[in-house]
């Protein structure tokens, strides 16, 4: 049974982080971030909004009766585009790259098992179309699939600080969230049932944000 959210009475859910930092791309905002329960788009942020918004009825009435998840989420947007424009910036001189058109990806998130309580979590980066690093949270270390990333490889493995961190949202905070939020929108919807024409079309929105997608294939999104 599908919810109205785009949310589903299965054992499985999820919550995405989908990042994107760009340079060099005209008409294009430098930062955009998407939040995505159960690939439905929820939240939205990007550098010229310089807010976070709330995309179904449900996530706005929670964001409303506990406005500093709202302001976590806007700090945390702030923070990672700043992180993510210096990461471009420093791959472009590492890699003796050009100026030109440079896309950074990070999906990030928990996937949560309502059946058999178990969760697990993910953090993975793509650059340019492909593939760059990945967090392992059981090593606690990053992979780098590439030679290309090696040196990024080595230098984030050397702030243990923030790997323990990343452990911590993906492995305990983010699946309480989701729990919380799978229960709040069936709640919500079952009380209202209400849908949206807007909340059908986040799901065609939320599937355009991968590493492996090309720049052009992420503006053609957008244009949906």
Not at 140 to 162: E, G, H, M, S
Request: hydrophobic fraction near 35%.
């Amino acid at each position: 049974m599908i919810l109205g959210s785009g949310l589903q009475y299965t054992v499985k859910h999820s919550l995405m982080f989908s990042l994107t930092a760009s340079s060099g791309v005209p008409d294009f905002p430098e930062y955009l971030g998407s939040a995505l329960v159960d690939e439905v788009q929820v939240g939205y942020f990007d550098s010229n909004i310089k807010t976070a918004e709330p995309k179904v009825d449900w996530i706005r009435k929670l964001m409303k009766d506990d406005p500093q998840h709202l302001e976590f989420y806007v700090n945390r947007c702030i923070e990672n585009q700043h992180f993510l424009k210096a990461t471009i910036d420093s791959l472009v001189k590492h890699l003796n790259q050009t100026k030109g058109v440079h896309i950074l990806q990070q999906m990030s998130g928990c996937e949560w098992d309502d059946e058999t309580g178990e969760s697990r979590g993910f953090h993975q980066c793509g650059y340019d179309g492909e593939d760059f690093i990945s967090l392992d949270l059981q090593m606690l270390t990053w992979i780098a699939p590439k030679p290309q990333a090696f040196i990024t490889k080595l230098r984030w493995d050397a702030d243990k600080d923030v790997i323990h961190g990343y452990k911590y949202y993906y492995m305990h905070l983010y699946p309480d969230w989701l729990k919380k939020y799978v229960q709040y929108a069936r709640s919500f919807l079952q009380r209202t049932g209400r849908i949206t024409q807007h909340e059908i079309h986040t799901v065609m929105y939320s599937i355009c944000f991968y590493p492996q997608e090309h720049p052009v294939k992420i503006k053609q999104c957008l244009d949906i």
